[in-house]
Nanobody, 126 residues
Framework: QVQLVESGGGLVQAGGSLRLFCAAS????????MGWFRQAPGKEREFVAA????????YYTDSVKGRFTISGDNAKNTVSLQMNTLRPEETAVYYC???????????????????WGQGTQVTVSS
């Protein structure tokens, strides 16, 4: 059983910063990629950012480019999301996700990920 545990969410004013962290634990696990999604109340879950370990390619949804940075440690199966200049509309539950090797990978598709964390709340006040 693989578990993903997120931390780092909280309340921040618009324009502020937060750093989310996610660690995988459980049975021996080697991920192919890890990513972050978010879900606001009444909306569908949406892709935010992802990192494919080899060759270390990162992906972002357009609205966060230049403000968010994803990074991580493949060997430790950890991933972080540095979020700067946050906006009130980015208030959501943020989920960490991980994908095992094999198959076709679409970085922005939630179905491409095998494992999910429980989510961490990010609230951006105006």
């Amino acid at each position: 059983q693989v578990q993903l545990v997120e931390s780092g969410g909280g309340l921040v004013q618009a324009g502020g910063s937060l750093r989310l962290f996610c660690a995988a634990s459980g049975r021996t696990f080697s991920s192919y990629a890890m990513g972050w999604f978010r879900q606001a109340p009444g909306k569908e879950r949406e892709f935010v950012a992802a990192i494919r370990w080899r060759p270390g390619t990162t992906y972002y949804t357009d609205s966060v480019k230049g403000r968010f940075t994803i990074s991580g440690d493949n060997a430790k199966n950890t991933v972080s999301l540095q979020m700067n200049t946050l906006r009130p509309e980015e208030t959501a539950v943020y989920y960490c996700a991980a994908r095992s090797p094999g198959g076709t990978y679409y970085y922005s598709a939630s179905k491409s990920y095998n494992y999910w964390g429980q989510g961490t709340q990010v609230t951006v006040s105006s």
